[in-house]
């Protein structure tokens, strides 16, 4: 592979039209935040909550930007106020990027009861989701931000904790 997980993914991130970031703190994503803090080209700013990013996601998706953040799969949980009443109620485009922790081999109990619902919640929340396993899945977010602009919509992409583990 000629370039890190995290270069590929806030590339395609951005070949697809994201322009705004926003973070919540973790580990797994520290690859793709330390990149974000050095580019100039976008705009990016950390967040202690994901309730706080998504209402800066609704602001910048308002402002004609295309948004993304980052965060792990068991902020949703937290999220889903926010989620439902703002992002898809006003139907702006946001992509959300998720450490998906709780898959088999997760290393943390407490990751996994969380992470088991995220796919089966992302379903009920009607939020399109694809689940990158290795580098080559990589090549589906580009088509997958086309569809959250397009469709003024959420979508989701869900990151192995194994494919991230190399990078820390």
Known sequence: MSSSVST?????????GCDFFVSVPC???AGQIQLL????????LPVTREEE???LCAGASL????????????????????IKSLIQFFQLPVVMLMSYRGSPGEPVPAQVPMGVLVPE?????????????QPADL??????????????????????FQLMEGEI
């Open 53 to 55: 990013g998504f209402g």
């Open 63 to 82: 402002a004609g930007r295309l948004p993304c953040i980052l965060m792990q799969d068991s902020g949703l949980g937290n999220s889903i106020n926010a």
């Open 139 to 160: 090549a589906e977010i580009r088509p997958l931000v086309d569809h959250a602009r397009v469709a003024e919509s959420a979508v989701a992409i869900l990151i192995d």
């Open 37 to 44: 803090e050095k580019d100039s080209d976008i705009c990016y």
């Open 121 to 133: 919640l992302l379903k009920l929340l009607q939020i399109p989701a694809i689940h990158c396993h």
């Open 8 to 16: 590929q993914l806030l590339t395609n991130l951005k070949a697809g």
């Open 27 to 29: 580990k797994l994503l």
